[in-house]
């Protein structure tokens, strides 16, 4: 199993100021993902962290705004840039240990962003 | 194509009462599935994970949950529900031999516990 720890847990920003929030894993690990859940919602992803290469992007969001680091195999971030009132939500990061698709996911706490 | 319909958005049940929450998935490869549970203002914690294995799955906290290829679904129960249970409950396909590390997350379904 993998323990993940996010930070900041949450935070009040100021519309077009940017935030990064750092995820550490106890343990390398193969995958790692970003999500934002916004409020009453699923998940919805928003990249792989790749480990030492750009991150791979979902469909509607782009490195512009969210990007994202992985120098290594236990350690990520993301920052959202520009920040408006529509970001406010709950970012999760995400971890597989296995190699392949059928591993589970581990995941963080989450940060919950309100952009005022 | 892959995807996961939880077929209820809120479920109500009484403390002691079983519980059904119903998940059906659709994947051109054999499917991994699990089910994760979200308390308020917390991560997702896993509950169980069916890959390949035995069709009935036992999980965390008296879950279980069984893969039935022929009706597509992964329904998730427990015999008698306890307050505690009360969260947001997602159900994840993923979809194994893809070539991609893909999890597909269901719209959830929010469990209500009453006294």
């Known amino acids: 199993s993998a323990v993940i720890s996010q930070k900041p847990s949450r935070d009040i920003c100021q519309r077009g100021t940017s935030l990064t929030i750092q995820c550490q894993v106890d343990?390398?690990?193969?995958?790692m993902f970003w999500y934002r859940q916004q409020p009453g919602q699923s998940l919805t992803l928003i990249a792989t962290?790749?480990?030492?290469?750009?991150?791979?992007?979902e469909s509607g969001f782009v490195i512009d705004k969210f990007p994202i680091s992985r120098p290594n195999l236990t350690f990520s971030t993301l920052t959202v840039s520009n920040m408006s009132p529509e970001d406010s939500s709950i970012y999760l990061c995400?971890?597989?240990?296995?190699?392949?698709?059928?591993?589970?996911?581990?995941f963080g706490e989450g940060s919950r962003l309100t952009v005022l | 194509a892959q995807s996961v319909t939880q077929l209820d958005s809120h479920v109500s049940v009484s403390e002691g009462t079983p519980v059904l929450l119903r998940c059906n998935y659709s994947?051109?490869?054999?499917?991994?599935l699990f089910w994760y549970v979200q308390h308020p203002n917390k991560g997702l914690q896993l509950l169980l994970k069916y890959t390949s294995a035995a069709t009935l799955v036992k999980g965390i906290n008296g879950f279980e949950a069984e893969f039935k290829k022929s009706e597509t679904s992964f329904h998730l129960t427990k015999p008698s529900a306890h307050m505690s249970d009360a969260a947001e409950y997602f159900c994840?396909?993923?979809?194994?031999?893809?070539?991609?590390?893909?999890?597909?997350f269901g719209t959830g379904t929010r469990l209500k516990v009453l006294a």
């Open positions: 994947s051109s490869y054999s499917p991994s």
């Open positions: 962290a790749n480990q030492g290469s750009e991150a791979t992007y």
């Open positions: 343990s390398q690990v193969t995958m």
């Open positions: 995400s971890a597989s240990s296995s190699g392949g698709n059928t591993g589970e996911l581990f």
């Open positions: 994840v396909v993923s979809p194994r031999g893809a070539g991609t590390y893909k999890y597909i």
